[in-house]
């Protein structure tokens, strides 16, 4: 399984962002696909996750009402739309897939088996 994550860039506080995760050599559809971002000197947190086969969504507080993660099937991408933007969301960004025929989410970074390059996200004040 091989991702790439893109879509970041500069945005003022209070924009919006979309990110992409295209994925190839599974059907993201029976995926549990999550992102995370690390911000520097911080370690890399979990953002979202979701498992369209068990119907589950899940996200940090931090962005919880501000984020929401989706899938377009026929593009076997997963997005992250990112609404009302802060500074402190400045980070890279990651999209990761957990293991074949796992359905269960989690939020552990370590549980995730495939993982794209990252895609910078900065938020001006």
């Known amino acids: 399984v091989q991702l790439q994550a893109s879509g970041g860039g500069l945005v003022q506080a209070g924009g919006s962002l979309r990110l992409s995760c295209a994925a190839s050599?599974?059907?993201?559809?029976?995926?549990?696909v999550g992102w995370f971002r690390q911000a520097p000197g911080k370690v890399r947190e979990f953002v979202a996750v979701g498992s369209w086969s068990s119907g589950s969504t899940y996200y940090s507080e931090s962005v919880k009402d501000r984020f929401t993660i989706s899938r377009d099937n026929a593009k076997n991408t997963v997005y992250l739309h990112m609404n009302s933007l802060r500074p402190e969301d400045t980070a890279v960004y990651y999209c990761?897939?957990?293991?074949?025929?796992?359905?269960?989410?989690?939020?552990?970074?370590?549980?995730?088996?495939?993982w794209g390059r990252g895609t910078q996200v900065t938020v001006s004040s």
């Open positions: 990761a897939a957990r293991g074949s025929g796992i359905t269960v989410v989690t939020r552990a970074r370590q549980q995730y088996q495939y």
């Open positions: 050599g599974r059907a993201m559809s029976s995926s549990v």
